[in-house]
């Protein structure tokens, strides 16, 4: 009797660690290899049409792209019909303006300026300075944007180039861009007490603001 107990004691306990051997991956794996093949194929063609093909993406970004650049064309043109409208605008106002105000306007038009390290020359046309190395820079910039017509807007200007406005022993590096010239005298190993001299035009003194046609340059001892 007792050796029939521990036989059936046993059997009942290999049986329950077997079946708590057995992980749920295990259980899983168990399933999807019963599952049926139909059933299979049909789950892999719900999966495919879940799937945008890439071509219909691709169609419908280019059309995005084409949207986006037709409107940016539209408010282009709407802008440029607009600043054509104002430019036509400010042409027909000078035409009642007085006169002397259509002069302020072309005054404006060119700007004139001499200086040594960003420093301008006083009204005295004497400009004293300790440095022995430096640079004299002239310029001659136009607006960038104008109301006046172009024949109007030239009368701004020194009725001479730059360069030929200003006349020194030295000669000068020239550079033009975007509407700006620019005239640079360089000097260096300047002694203490040396003056440096230039002549200027009438009408470049005018724009300068100075009284002298006699710019002069003075080193500090």
Do not use: W
Not at 21 to 27: E, K, L
Not at 130 to 155: C, G, N, Y
Request: proline share 5%; glycine share 4%.
């Amino acid at each position: 009797m007792n050796i029939i107990f521990k036989i059936t004691s046993f059997t009942l306990l290999a049986g329950v660690l077997f079946l708590t051997g057995c992980s749920p991956s295990d259980t899983e794996k168990q399933t999807q290899e019963v599952t049926p093949p139909k059933q299979q194929e049909q789950s892999q063609k719900l999966d495919s049409e879940k799937q945008p093909a890439k071509g219909e993406l691709k169609i419908t970004d280019a059309q995005k792209v084409q949207a986006y650049v037709d409107e940016q064309n539209r408010k282009m043109e709407a802008m440029s019909q607009e600043v054509d409208y104002y430019k036509q605008y400010a042409k027909d106002m000078i035409l009642i303006l007085p006169s002397d105000k259509v002069q302020e306007l072309i005054n404006k038009e060119y700007h004139y300026a001499v200086t040594i390290n960003n420093i301008q020359f006083p009204q005295s046309g004497v400009l004293e300075i300790r440095e022995t190395a430096f640079d004299i820079v002239f310029t001659e910039e136009r607006v960038k944007f104008s109301v006046l017509p172009e024949s109007e807007s030239v009368k701004g200007k020194i009725p001479t180039d730059l360069e030929d406005a200003v006349s020194t022993s030295a000669s000068p590096q020239t550079k033009d861009e975007d509407g700006k010239t620019i005239l640079t005298y360089s000097y260096k190993d300047l002694k203490p007490g040396e003056r440096i001299s230039f002549k200027i035009s009438d009408e470049l003194k005018k724009k300068l603001s100075v009284n002298t046609n006699d710019l002069v340059v003075k080193v500090l001892k």
